[in-house]
């Protein structure tokens, strides 16, 4: 290993974080979730059953706008990386982007004929949004690997970011779905009335806005205290860094079993309103219930995922949850079309179906975050081969993942969507019950398959808590033996 990157920088602080930090870190990710829960949760059956675009053309918009901002994200994180201020490398990210994000935002969802001119205007407004947000959240995350080094911190860190996201998720879910998309008259379903978006922009572009500044400023003076980044000597080109590490043995386990983590995450969270209005039958008054069982979910993996950890390590952790989110999913659905199920529409059949749909989303948040945490460690694998660190191409490199699972989730929703015959603006009530049994069964297999498959791929990950404290004691010992005259 070369001592180049470790002689002028210390061990980033292995000590218990202060809460202030590990709240403003988080905080930040309230972004991420208000992002999430506009195009994943409602933008499709937006732009699908509200102003009557095709579904596979909605999905391709995502899919496609997520693939052009996926690749882009290894280059943001190579350059957050890169950057050399006063204020450190990751804050002038956060403080640049904020206003233009919150803006975009807005723009996405003031207005049908704002979006509705072209299918490319809508396609350059998405990646606008998606790209911003990606120029925010790969800067915000790649200081988890700076502030501290700890194992269980980061996990902690991890945590608070994961909570604040669902948090900013929530609050927008929740409104949307008690106020903004709630219709007065019984007769209408407030999803489909195109009335409330404007202002669910609105409150999402405001949040967002307050959050990524709230975060930025909350963390300025600890990350100020930070030993400094390395001088970068010169070494491998940009691209030829980036490719070094797609080809780390750990991130290429971590990235096969994450990939399809996020998939089912992405599948479940995509397909809700399709499937609460099409196969559940449920009503404005129930769907406002929604966000609470995601709130007990997110609250529930918060508090269990720590411990988790300290039992069974990250990456035993996420297998074990993937297998057992597979398996709560299925349930509901082969009760249903058995008849094994309450009367469709009723209160007993909400919340029979929250409570199943509470565990599913527990373990998948759990898992999701165990795939997050365990990044960091990659950091300090990288550093010991190859003597740099590059923080933020990894964590650029895990969202890229992301993205993509999350692409070829919303995909399949959106073939599931065409293929069950919602491609045209139809009333639940309209719908046949043969093809609600059909879709029910499809997904409910889809989501066993996907979860098996990030399983497998998670069981190839070999970093767990041993080796990455020697990893450590050996970076100390280097450190040590450079500072020596």
């Given at each position: 290993?070369?001592?180049?990157?470790?002689?002028?920088?210390?061990?980033?602080?292995?000590?218990?974080?202060?809460?202030?930090?590990?709240?403003?870190?988080?905080?930040?990710?309230a972004?991420?979730?208000?992002?999430?829960?506009?195009?994943t949760?409602?933008?499709?059956?937006?732009?699908?059953?509200?102003?009557?675009f095709?579904?596979?053309?909605?999905?391709?918009?995502?899919?496609?706008?997520?693939?052009i901002?996926?690749?882009?994200?290894?280059?943001?994180?190579?350059?957050?990386?890169?950057?050399?201020?006063r204020?450190?490398?990751?804050?002038?990210?956060?403080?640049?982007?904020?206003?233009?994000?919150a803006?975009?935002?807005?723009?996405?969802?003031?207005?049908?004929?704002?979006?509705?001119?072209?299918?490319?205007?809508?396609?350059?407004?998405?990646v606008?949004?998606?790209?911003?947000?990606?120029?925010?959240?790969?800067?915000?995350?790649?200081?988890?690997?700076?502030?501290t080094?700890?194992?269980?911190?980061?996990?902690?860190?991890?945590?608070?970011?994961?909570?604040?996201?669902?948090?900013?998720?929530?609050?927008?879910?929740?409104?949307?779905?008690?106020?903004f998309?709630k219709?007065?008259?019984?007769?209408?379903?407030?999803?489909?009335?195109?009335?409330?978006y404007?202002?669910?922009g609105?409150?999402?572009?405001?949040?967002?806005f307050?959050s990524?500044?709230?975060?930025?400023?909350?963390?300025?003076?600890?990350?100020?205290?930070?030993?400094?980044?390395p001088?970068?000597?010169?070494?491998?080109?940009?691209?030829?860094?980036?490719?070094?590490?797609?080809?780390?043995?750990?991130?290429?386990?971590?990235?096969?079993?994450?990939?399809?983590?996020?998939?089912?995450?992405?599948?479940?969270?995509?397909?809700?309103?399709y499937?609460?209005?099409?196969?559940?039958?449920?009503?404005?008054?129930?769907?406002?219930?929604?966000?609470?069982s995601?709130?007990?979910?997110?609250?529930?993996?918060?508090?269990?995922?720590?411990?988790?950890?300290?039992?069974?390590?990250?990456r035993?952790?996420?297998?074990?949850?993937?297998?057992?989110?597979?398996?709560?999913?299925?349930?509901?659905?082969?009760?249903?079309?058995?008849?094994?199920?309450?009367?469709?529409?009723?209160?007993?059949?909400?919340?029979?179906?929250?409570?199943?749909?509470?565990?599913?989303?527990?373990?998948?948040?759990?898992?999701?975050?165990?795939?997050?945490?365990?990044?960091?460690?990659?950091?300090?694998?990288?550093?010991?081969?190859?003597g740099?660190r590059?923080?933020?191409?990894?964590?650029?490199?895990?969202?890229?993942?992301?993205?993509?699972?999350?692409?070829?989730?919303?995909?399949?929703?959106?073939?599931l969507?065409?293929?069950a015959?919602?491609?045209?603006?139809?009333?639940?009530?309209?719908?046949?019950?043969?093809?609600?049994?059909?879709?029910?069964?499809?997904?409910?297999?889809?989501?066993?398959?996907?979860?098996?498959?990030?399983?497998?791929?998670?069981?190839?990950?070999?970093?767990?808590?041993?080796?990455?404290?020697?990893?450590?004691?050996?970076?100390?010992?280097?450190?040590?033996?450079?500072?020596?005259?």
């Open positions: 290993m070369t001592g180049t990157a470790t002689q002028a920088r210390a061990a980033a602080p292995s000590e218990k974080l202060p809460f202030r930090i590990k709240l403003s870190h988080g905080f930040g990710a972004t991420m979730g208000v992002k999430e829960a506009g195009l949760t409602f933008f499709m059956i937006y732009y699908n059953q509200v102003l009557g095709d579904p596979r053309l909605v999905s391709l918009v995502l899919i496609g706008a997520m693939l901002d996926a690749l882009v994200d290894p280059l943001i994180g190579r350059l957050s990386d890169a950057t050399r201020t204020i450190g490398r990751r804050l002038p990210w956060l403080y640049g982007a904020a206003l233009p994000m803006i975009a935002w807005a723009l996405l969802w003031a207005s049908p004929d704002v979006i509705a001119r072209s299918t490319p205007g809508l396609v350059l407004s998405v606008a949004v998606r790209i911003l947000v990606s120029a925010c959240e790969i800067p915000s995350v790649s200081l988890v690997a700076e502030l080094r700890d194992y269980d911190e980061r996990t902690t860190l991890m945590r608070y970011r994961f909570l604040f996201g669902w948090l900013g998720g929530l609050s927008a879910t929740a409104l949307a779905y008690g106020y998309l219709s007065d008259d019984p007769a209408k379903i407030g999803l489909l009335d195109p009335a409330g404007a202002a669910f609105l409150f999402g572009a405001a949040l967002i307050v990524t500044l709230g975060s930025a400023a909350g963390q300025h003076r600890r990350i100020l205290s930070l030993p400094p980044p001088a970068r000597a010169h070494g491998p080109s940009m691209l030829a860094e980036i490719a070094l590490a797609f080809r780390n043995p750990a991130f290429v386990a971590l990235a096969s079993g994450a990939l399809f983590v996020v998939t089912g995450y992405a599948t479940m969270i995509a397909s809700t309103n499937v609460m209005l099409y196969v559940w039958r449920l009503t404005d008054a129930q769907l406002a219930w929604y966000p609470a995601l709130a007990v979910a997110v609250f529930g993996a918060f508090a269990a995922v720590g411990r988790a950890h300290r039992r069974l390590g990250k035993d952790t996420a297998v074990a949850a993937a297998l057992f989110t597979g398996a709560v999913a299925f349930l509901p659905y082969a009760a249903r079309n058995l008849g094994w199920w309450p009367e469709l529409g009723g209160w007993p059949s909400m919340a029979l179906l929250f409570a199943f749909l509470t565990i599913s989303l527990f373990g998948l948040v759990i898992a999701h975050i165990s795939c997050s945490s365990m990044v960091a460690e990659i950091v300090e694998a990288h550093e010991i081969d190859h740099t590059i923080e933020g191409v990894f964590f650029a490199g895990y969202l890229m993942i992301v993205k993509f699972g999350q692409a070829l989730g919303i995909f399949i929703v959106g073939q969507v065409a293929f015959g919602l491609g045209e603006r139809i009333r639940p009530e309209d719908w046949p019950a043969g093809t609600a049994a059909m879709m029910a069964w499809i997904f409910a297999v889809l989501m066993i398959l996907i979860l098996i498959m990030a399983a497998v791929g998670l069981r190839r990950y070999t970093i767990d808590r041993a080796s990455h404290e020697a990893r450590l004691a050996a970076l100390a010992q280097s450190n040590g033996k450079a500072r020596e005259p």
